[in-house]
């Protein structure tokens, strides 16, 4: 995450100090084994642990290291699919679960922040949902009946949302939304779940999960946690090599904060109905200043490299409806995995023995999708019923979702033309100081990185996950990869997955 200035930096780190861990030493055994320790997987140690089952939880970052630090933490049940949408997908009664789903977790969040004394900065405020131009209000029209058909009958169409710089034009309210602070939020989980006996380890690399009992999860140095279950919390599952990766598809999303005079504009939650669609909130940072954050602009993982220009387009976007933006504070990006059918996938891990679980596809609704996590993933490990069960069912196949299955997986067999591509550049001697850029070298490709000062790191382009070629991006300096959102650091370290194992290096060039 960067300023203008460069310098990286990230609005939530700003203010949530998250406790240091240990790293895993020794072979050990808990009920319950999470690997991964941002909204997902530390919901469900949190609740495992209310209900007096052992965890351990293993990440190889820091706790919320991954796309929780990301996020702009709208806590919503209004998803990046319209209601209607989700009918058609989901079915009417479908449709009832999502809204119920997502509004028992805004509620949860609120709860747990409350009973566990975290002071997260959470906050009830209304959603405003407006149409692209002032004519387009079909959408909304339909909207609004389908809201009121799965139960969020509070919600109601006003003239306009509650900005004056702008007129949104006819919209939607979505009473009863909220935000927060989601580093603060995991760092007071994380303080309960050692309270009541919970383990978390960071800095410790999983490298194989095996279900079964005991299931064994195996870490990088060699140390071996076995357990009862195994929750996969990864953001896009390391324990799956292809089907989850063949229903959901990885996209980078782009954001702005940019700094408004304290109270100039309403603090509420703000979504257009375009694809991609922009997010808008506001975060205090101090008693003269708010942030005005501004997210959008997607595009699907390694398939672009042009984040300045999608940053401007940002800043105009927000200068031309908030004209009493002053300076861009923060510009960060991140990745979402986009599920065919608008929810996530929670449950059982297709194809796997049975004490194997995952939770991935949260399609950019990751603080509620990661609650609901918590409840579903605990229930089913306690041989509890639970009405949402079906619905989240990662092995489910939905007809009407199809169309997105069909043409994301072409999109996916085409980036494997890349074989057969020249590379960005003929020679390495092209690549520029703190630049990277994919090479030709005989039959197979090289991802080359040159550092600041000129020394040269080569590592294969060839993804660890299933073969793609991966692409530069210059914004994050990354290698990314097209097919399904894997990402690697300049030294080919992985930092996404599904892959597991790093780009390998390339001796002697
Ligand atoms: C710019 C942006 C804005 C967003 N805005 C919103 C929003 O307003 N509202 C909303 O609800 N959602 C939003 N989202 C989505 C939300 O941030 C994510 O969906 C959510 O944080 C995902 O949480 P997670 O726990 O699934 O994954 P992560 O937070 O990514 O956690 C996964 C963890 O797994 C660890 N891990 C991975 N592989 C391994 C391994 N092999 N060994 C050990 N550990 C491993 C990683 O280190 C990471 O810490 C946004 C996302 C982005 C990028
Ligand atoms: S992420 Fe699947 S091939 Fe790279």
Redo the contacts with the bound molecule.
Sequence with gaps: MQNDSGKTISIWMTTAEIPEQPVLTENTHADVCI???????MSTAYMLTRAGKSVVV????PI?????A??????SNVLSYRYYELEQMHGKEGAKLVAQSHTTAINTIEAIATQENINCDFKRLDGYLFPPDLKSIDEIQHELEAAHRVGLTNVEMVKKAPLTSFDTGVCLRFPQQGQFDPLKYLAGLAEAIERRGGRIYTG???EKIQGGLPARVETSSGKVVTADAVVV???SP?SNLATMHFKQAPYI?F?IGAKVPRGSVPKALYWDTLDPYH?VRLQSIDEQYDVLIV?GEDHKTGQADDADARYARLQTWTRERFPIAQEVLFRW????MNSDDGIAYIGKNPFDEENVYI?TG?T?????H?TIAGILLTDLILGRNNSWAELYEPSRVRIAGVGDFISENLNVAAQYLEWVTPGDVDSVEKVAPGTGAVVRRGLTKVAAYRDENGTLHEHSAICTHLNCIVAWNSSEKTWDCPCHGSRFDTQGKVIN?PA?NGLAPVENK
């Design positions: 690997i991964g320790a941002g909204i997902a997987g293993l990440d190889d970052g919320a290291g991954g796309q929780t990301r996020t702009t933490a709208h806590v410790t690399h999983v919390a990864t953001n390391i999303t954001v997010y997210g990006s991140g990745q979402v939770v949260d950019g609704i990751g603080m509620t990661g997955g597991i």
